[in-house]
């Protein structure tokens, strides 16, 4: 049984910065493209980072230079490094696994989802 669990959301001010984390258990990281989404009021959930199992990370433009995926495997867990946030950034974020097969980025791919953990940027 797959089992994600996302933590480290919280709010700040604009330019501050908020490292996520995403516990998983019941698969192997190595094997899976484990990726950083998230869903804002009214808008459609998008891709912001992802990164594959070789380790290879890949970004949303409008994150790019902002936010850092890395993963631990030995402690099968994601994080999500973000720096420079902005009011923009505001959503429930989440973290999934999955294959990716409808591009990394795209949340179609992913099949495990945790809760997700709520970022406020004002």
């Known amino acids: 049984h797959v089992q994600l669990v996302e933590s480290g959301g919280g709010s700040v001010q604009a330019g501050g910065s908020l490292t996520l984390s995403c516990v998983g258990s019941?698969?192997?990281?190595?094997?899976?493209?484990l990726g950083w989404f998230r869903q804002a009021p009214g808008k459609e959930r998008e891709g912001v980072a992802v990164i594959a199992g070789s380790g290879s990370p890949g970004y949303a433009d409008s994150v790019k230079g902002r936010f850092t995926i890395s993963k631990d495997t030995a402690k099968t867990t994601l994080y999500l490094q973000m720096n420079s946030l902005k009011p923009e950034d505001t959503a429930m974020y989440y973290c999934?696994?999955?294959?990716?097969?409808?591009?990394?980025?795209?949340?179609?791919?992913?099949?495990?989802w945790g809760p997700g953990t709520q970022v406020t940027v004002s």
């Open positions: 019941g698969y192997t990281y190595s094997n899976y493209y």
């Open positions: 999934a696994a999955g294959k990716g097969t409808d591009g990394p980025l795209h949340p179609g791919g992913y099949d495990d």
